[in-house]
Protein backbone atom coordinates (compact mmCIF):
# COMPACT_ATOMS: atom_id res chain seq x y z
CA UNK A 1 0.00 0.00 0.00
CA UNK A 2 1.82 3.23 -1.06
CA UNK A 3 1.76 6.70 1.25
CA UNK A 4 -1.44 8.52 -1.35
CA UNK A 5 -3.30 5.39 -0.54
CA UNK A 6 -2.84 5.02 3.34
CA UNK A 7 -4.23 8.91 3.19
CA UNK A 8 -6.70 8.22 0.93
CA UNK A 9 -8.04 5.76 3.84
CA UNK A 10 -7.43 8.21 6.84
CA UNK A 11 -9.22 11.20 4.91
CA UNK A 12 -12.09 8.20 3.97
CA UNK A 13 -11.89 6.95 7.53
CA UNK A 14 -12.48 10.52 8.86
CA UNK A 15 -10.97 10.18 12.55
CA UNK A 16 -8.02 12.12 11.69
CA UNK A 17 -9.39 15.08 9.71
CA UNK A 18 -6.92 17.82 11.59
CA UNK A 19 -4.02 15.87 11.39
CA UNK A 20 -3.62 15.95 7.28
CA UNK A 21 -0.90 17.32 5.21
CA UNK A 22 -1.33 19.88 3.23
CA UNK A 23 1.44 18.88 0.75
CA UNK A 24 0.13 15.63 0.33
CA UNK A 25 -3.23 16.29 0.20
CA UNK A 26 -3.11 18.34 -2.61
CA UNK A 27 -0.15 15.39 -4.14
CA UNK A 28 -3.07 13.30 -3.08
CA UNK A 29 -5.79 15.29 -5.23
CA UNK A 30 -2.96 15.33 -8.29
CA UNK A 31 -2.71 11.85 -8.08
CA UNK A 32 -6.68 11.92 -8.90
CA UNK A 33 -6.20 14.04 -11.65
CA UNK A 34 -6.76 17.32 -10.59
CA UNK A 35 -6.01 20.10 -12.10
CA UNK A 36 -4.42 22.88 -9.39
CA UNK A 37 -4.20 26.60 -9.93
CA UNK A 38 -2.57 28.64 -7.27
CA UNK A 39 -4.00 32.16 -6.68
CA UNK A 40 -1.69 33.72 -3.56
CA UNK A 41 -2.36 31.15 -0.54
CA UNK A 42 -5.38 29.60 -2.21
CA UNK A 43 -4.22 26.44 -3.95
CA UNK A 44 -8.18 25.57 -5.86
CA UNK A 45 -8.40 21.93 -7.73
CA UNK A 46 -10.60 21.39 -10.46
CA UNK A 47 -11.19 18.15 -12.21
CA UNK A 48 -13.43 17.42 -15.74
CA UNK A 49 -16.58 15.79 -14.60
CA UNK A 50 -16.89 16.89 -11.60
CA UNK A 51 -18.67 20.23 -10.80
CA UNK A 52 -17.17 21.47 -7.39
CA UNK A 53 -14.16 23.94 -7.57
CA UNK A 54 -11.56 22.83 -4.34
CA UNK A 55 -10.31 25.69 -2.89
CA UNK A 56 -7.33 24.61 -0.27
CA UNK A 57 -5.38 26.94 2.24
CA UNK A 58 -2.67 26.31 4.66
CA UNK A 59 -2.97 26.11 8.39
CA UNK A 60 0.95 26.05 9.23
CA UNK A 61 1.75 22.36 7.69
CA UNK A 62 -1.36 21.10 8.20
CA UNK A 63 -4.72 21.02 5.51
CA UNK A 64 -7.73 22.75 7.55
CA UNK A 65 -10.29 20.60 9.05
CA UNK A 66 -13.33 21.78 7.19
CA UNK A 67 -11.59 21.24 3.80
CA UNK A 68 -10.43 17.57 4.50
CA UNK A 69 -13.89 17.10 4.95
CA UNK A 70 -15.33 18.72 1.54
CA UNK A 71 -12.65 16.67 0.05
CA UNK A 72 -13.60 13.67 1.34
CA UNK A 73 -17.17 14.51 0.39
CA UNK A 74 -15.81 14.82 -3.64
CA UNK A 75 -14.17 11.86 -3.09
CA UNK A 76 -17.40 10.03 -2.12
CA UNK A 77 -19.69 11.48 -4.52
CA UNK A 78 -17.95 10.95 -7.50
CA UNK A 79 -16.53 7.72 -6.73
CA UNK A 80 -12.87 8.80 -6.68
CA UNK A 81 -11.32 6.08 -4.46
CA UNK A 82 -9.73 3.33 -6.69
CA UNK A 83 -11.18 -0.12 -6.48
CA UNK A 84 -8.85 -2.80 -4.41
Known sequence: MGRDDKL???ILGGLADA????DEM???LKGLDFE??????HHM???EGVSELLNLQR???KAK??????????????????EE
Not at 19 to 22: K, R
Not at 36 to 41: L, M, T
Not at 69 to 78: E, P
Request: charged residues 30%; proline residues 2%.
Open 36 to 41: ERIRGS
Open 26 to 28: CDL
Open 8 to 10: LLR
Open 65 to 82: PYQVRQVRAVIVKYRLAK
Open 19 to 22: NIGF
Open 59 to 61: DGN
Open 45 to 47: YRR
